[in-house]
């Protein structure tokens, strides 16, 4: 009996030793070269891609954000401003886009507050826009699996190009013509979906010019 | 190029890419599993472990080796996460409450990565890549292990003998996952995935609003857990995460990874085998499996089928990222439930009902096509021998398979096989759906709901780790159930799947006579998939009737 113990712990003991000998390979040396690779060839990408302006970071082009009006009473307004282009719904944290509660709703395709969440939203962007409910794209209307989407569809930002121009006192056809140049196409031709980046696009609008 | 044309080349071209890797992956995964000479650092790796590599094992030793390596990382990393507060890279999280910490430690070391955490918020740096993603490496070599003793019961003869689980387990690592890995880690980083040690980081945004952009380790992690089939997600949203899966080519690059060792473990086996037509037989059918459940799942959420939400909104997007688009979100969502992956580039609990069940019903026939990296292979390979057995019947002939005998003994194993996971999903499920507090954890009602909860456990039970995520499964109920649910539905079929490779290993192979039913022809492949669809969709009819089913014919 002890005879079987003994064996049995030696046994798991040489297991513990194996799985400490995995742990620095694949968990300690294999991470560290790989950043240490990363940092030296790819730094932008590794640290997140982040866009500055003059000093600090104000983005990471990959990570999506609110563009509400100024909070009032220390609480996000919720409401939309009407001089940025707007990005789609999100489920991340009550605001949304927030990076540290990254998800999506989770509603079924048959949930009754879903559904009616995607036709208030429909009405909304349209009253907002100025545009028939019935021109709203699909990706305006619902939030992303992330909920840090920084994408919208090409459709999705011409829409609100009259509405952005209007606001920002900018000549519209300036505006569309910046669009256009943030238009990506799909990836090689063939992979993902054509988009837009807004976090881009609003970046690069602060800086045109009126008109 | 219209959205049809471009989602179709995106499906040819992974099909290629994965054709042109059968060959010389599969092949060097023979070479690996069978070559009699040692590398010098593994010869290093046995003298620091304190583990023999110099002789093969019967079978029980074989599955002691395994078992053992297997509780030590349970514990190890139950320890690790309790204790995480008090280490290195910690990032401000704090110690995992004791019953996530088991059902995250069992995730883990079975292949599962089920997440009841959100990876952001719960886990400190140093856990993910020193504790999580180390076992992303030796969980998916352990798989692969299993079905390498299995396939040499078949080749070797007279013998006890399976093979040695020390040198199998260090041979997959150093020799293929790792080297492949540390490459796609890199590409990674160049298409946007981020690699950094930096803590939270606060930024005013372009509209003067606050938020915290979060570091890590990440393009490191995700090599492995696409190539692995693990599927953990450094962030809660998984592969939807836009610094985890940047943009469609990484995107592309993520399904191929997790696909391809499963596909080019066939190739293996023919190869060992010594008849490469039996492998092929085998792809084959994984690759039928496959490309009709595309077909099902894309043709669903294209035109949102019985989705009133879908039809609110012009299209199914709710779950979606725009870079991705519906085609290559149901490209990840089949592939992903085909295989024991479970990472997510959507989320599956707002996919239409044919489309989010069809990802139930994908793991439901037991993750074979092409299955995770070594399970998928010994699952299929115990169907085929079911197959054998059923036509055996057929022509009251005594079955065999690649010279074989298939007698009682050799079926229980099977049958016990089978059975394992659908017992483990179905009580679980029952058991979930009678009591209240567990009913209370769905997020959608009614048959919807339900879906969630059969989601969960055929996640689990499959080790699968993807989910229906509205179910709030973060309760001490659902952790330690699906905790357990995880260990038994790893753990006992490769107990079956070992102790057959034993029985067939001492046999002395029969010859091949008129009589003997080929394993190599197009009738065997359409014999496998009919029994596959049978078996599977006997079991758990009932059940996806109460859920997708009903929801779908509302």
Redesign the interface.
Known sequence: MAGSLTRLLR?????????L???V????A??L???G???A??PH???????K?GG?????S??G????L??QKGQ?SGSP?PK?FQP?PSA?GPAG???????????????AG??KA??DR?TAVAAFDRVPPSSV???A?????????????PAYAYEQVNRVAKARSLDPAAVRKLVAEHVQG????????G?VNV?VL??DL?ALKRR | ?NET??GW??IL?LVGALALSFRPLGDYLAHVLTCPRHWRVERL?YR????RGDADQPWPAYL??LL??S???VL?LYAFQRLQNHLLLSVGTKPVAPDLAFNTAASFVTNTNWQSY?G??AMGHLVQ???L??QN??SAAVGIAVVAALIRGFTRKKTDRVGNF?VD?TRI??RVL?PI??VM??VL??????????G??S???????H?????G?V???EA?KELGTNGGGF???NS????EN????T??LEIYLLLVIGFSLPRTFGRMVGDNRQGYAIVAVMGLVWAASVAIVTANELHSV?????H??????????????IW?SALFAVSTTLTSCGA????H?????GG?GMTIFNMMLGEIAPGGTGSGLYGILILAIVTVFVAGLMVGRTPEYLGKKLGAREMKFASLYILTTPGLVLVGAGLAMALPGERAAM??SGQ?GF?EVLYAFTSAANNNGSA???LSANTAWYNTALGLVMILGRFLPMVFVLALSGSLARQQPVPVTAGTLPTHRPQFVGLLTGVLLIVVGLTYFPALALGPLA?GL?
């Open positions: 046994h798991h003991l040489a297991a513990l030793r194996m799985l000998v995995f742990t390979i694949t968990g300690i294999y991470p070269v790989v950043t690779i990363a940092q060839v790819f990408q590794a640290n997140g891609s982040l866009v302006d600090g970071p104000v983005a990471s990959l990570i954000q609110r563009f509400n100024p909070s996000p401003d940025w789609r991340a886009y927030d990076p540290k509660s990254s998800g999506a709703s989770n509603l079924g395709p048959n949930n879903l559904v995607v036709r429909r794209p699909p990706d209307l619902t939030a992303s699996g992330s909920g840090l989407d920084p994408d919208i569809s799909r990836t090689l031709g063939f992979l993902g979906q988009r976090i609003n970046h602060a | 190029m044309l471009a080349l995106q071209a790796v620091v472990g304190g583990v002691r080796g053992a390596f509780a030590v990382s190890f959100s952001e918020s890549m020193a504790g993603a180390v490496f030796v020390w387990l690592v150093l790792l890995s540390f880690a890199i980083v160049a298409g946007g995935t981020i690699q950094n040690f930096h939270i980081q930024i005013t945004t372009i509209a003067g609003d938020q915290s952009i979060t570091g380790p393009a490191s992690q492995i962030y809660n949203a939807t995460h836009p610094f940047p943009n469609p080519f995107n592309w019985s989705s009133s939400a879908g609110a909104a012009g299209g199914m997007m709710e779950g979606k990222e725009q870079r991705f688009g290559a997510v580039n959507s989320f609990d707002s996919y239409t009902p989010g997020l959608n919807h879906s229906f995520a509205g929801e509302r």
